[in-house]
């Protein structure tokens, strides 16, 4: 009877702690930052490494200076030079002087700024080619070729389909409300048009989005990820739920060659055999987070190369993070309280090059990571094998070479943070949108996203970048085998460009 009672109890306190944590992931705080979820590490931020700060000094040391506060971006007090100005003069209504009627001269002016903006506009653009013959001969009739267009036939310019795709991939505004703004302005266009619109653009983009794939592809390390996607199923009415996985590259972290981009890939599922054969060619090293499907991936003879896993400390982190919010555990704030030390030293070290970041790692992370092995082996044998805190040690054992593979590269990152962050906006856009059409929409949706979210990346305008990129694809400009000078990070704008067949 006593054991029957334990049992019972037992089950109602891992039932009340899965309530705790539904109650928490519905009402609670998302962040994970040490500040909140630890009340002794206000100091800590786990959330963003560029904000954490420094560790406290010890007793009888001089404190240590305040860390530099980050420069503001915001325009207090003066708007960006490059913005066109439209000079609005007040003068009074008379310069005569009210005493002795002399003309006044000016001695000085008070200037002020105010930030305007023009909404969008819809204008016809009415292309005139007139035709020419010679009367005396009447040999012939001359008329300049009509331009090429994105869509022959279409009463629509290419900067008219750039908005309309830059506003949904960009912006993840979806096509049914575009189509209820352009009514707005006496516009009426269905949203069926504005979908092919949209494929078309992925047709004539399909090319560059080939080549940035394969631009991340041919570096040492890159990011994958995975998130679901879905898709109306053609003739049955019903949505199923299809994958995209994310491959990215961002070598800012320590000043490395590659510039910041990702790719989507749209799958019909997430087994190994999709990203088997996504990284057929590939070797290198992945970061990634512990799916099972990449693990498959790392085999001996493997005639593209060997592949490294280097797994994410930030996914190993949540799990503490998550627990420690509904346990309240002293177990679980110390394991939280170690991983916020990596955090801390990878701050300091964030935008240098690859062998400091490995000298400093070595000197400093490496005794933490030992810290935290030890504590993990000490634990695991005083827990019960079913209780969640026992799950997630076994799950840093199974993946610790992974884990602390960061401590040997200087150029891998602690964690695969950059790659999620790009999920977010598939997620916003999945959120705003429910599903894609069908599975061509989830390929144009891809090759769309990939492009302008890596736009956003090296930090151009998605409308501006687009807008230039088709027209120059469209009216021939640049050729295939000429695409990769309109890769975000090598584009320059229109202005800038030698015009072809001229010396730069």
Not at 27 to 45: P, T
Not at 66 to 82: E, T, V
Not at 182 to 209: C, E, N, P, Y
Request: hydrophobic fraction near 40%; include cysteine; charged fraction near 25%.
């Amino acid at each position: 009877m006593t054991f029957r009672v334990a049992e019972l109890e037992a089950e109602l306190e891992a039932k009340s702690r899965l309530l705790n944590t539904y109650k928490a992931m519905l009402f609670g705080r998302r962040s994970e930052k040490a500040r909140i979820v630890l009340d002794e590490q206000g100091c800590l931020d786990l959330g963003d490494l560029s904000a954490i700060a420094p560790a406290p000094p010890a007793a009888n040391d001089d404190p240590a200076p305040k860390a530099a506060n980050r420069k503001s971006r915001r325009n207090i007090g003066a708007l960006p030079k490059h913005l066109p100005r439209i000079i609005n003069v007040i003068e009074p209504d008379s310069t005569q002087c009210a005493c002795c009627q002399c003309a006044m001269h000016k001695i000085g002016e008070d200037v002020s700024e105010a930030l305007d903006i023009v909404p969008a506009i819809l204008r016809v653009i009415a292309t005139v080619r007139p035709k020419y013959a010679c009367r005396a001969c009447e040999g012939g009739i001359v008329q300049a070729p009509a331009p090429r267009r994105m869509i022959e036939g279409s009463m629509v310019t290419t900067s008219f389909i750039a908005w309309v795709v830059s506003q949904r991939f960009a912006w993840y505004l979806p096509v049914y409300r575009q189509a209820q703004m352009l009514s707005g302005h006496g516009l009426q266009i269905d949203r069926s048009t504005l979908s092919r619109m949209v494929k078309r653009a992925a047709w004539w983009l399909d090319g560059l989005f080939d080549r940035q794939l394969r631009f991340i592809h041919s570096h040492h390390r890159i990011y994958v990820d995975e998130t679901r996607m879905p898709v109306l199923e053609a003739g049955r009415g019903q949505v199923r739920i299809d994958q995209f996985w994310a491959h990215g590259i961002d070598d800012r972290s320590w000043n490395g060659p590659a510039p910041p981009a990702v790719c989507y890939i749209y799958a019909s599922s997430r087994s190994r055999l999709e990203i088997t054969k996504q990284l057929a060619s590939y070797k290198g090293v992945l970061q990634v987070d512990g799916y099972t499907a990449y693990k498959h991936l790392v085999m001996p003879g493997r005639e593209a190369g060997p592949i490294q896993l280097a797994f994410c400390l930030a996914h190993l982190r949540r799990r503490f993070v998550d627990l420690h919010k509904s346990t309240k555990s002293p177990l679980t704030e110390q394991f939280i309280a170690l991983f916020g030390q990596v955090y801390r030293i990878e701050a300091d070290i964030r935008g240098t090059s690859a062998e400091h970041r490995r000298s400093v790692r070595q000197e400093q992370s490496r005794p933490v990571m030992e810290e935290l092995k030890a504590l993990c082996d000490a634990t695991l044998p005083r827990l019960s094998a079913k209780s969640q805190l026992a799950e997630h040690i076994r799950y840093a054992h199974d993946h610790w070479h992974g884990l602390t593979l960061f401590l040997e590269d200087g150029r891998i990152d602690v964690d695969s943070n950059m790659i999620e962050r790009q999920m977010r906006p598939v997620a916003i856009g999945r959120r705003n949108s429910l599903f894609a059409g069908n599975e061509g929409g989830a390929r144009s949706w891809a090759v769309l996203a990939s492009l302008l979210q890596t736009a956003k990346l090296n930090g151009l305008d998605p409308f501006t970048w687009l807008d230039d990129v088709l027209t120059r694809i469209v009216s021939g400009e640049v050729k295939n085998n000429d695409l990769d000078q309109l890769l975000a990070w090598n584009w320059k704008p229109a202005a800038q460009t030698p015009q072809i067949g001229m010396a730069a």
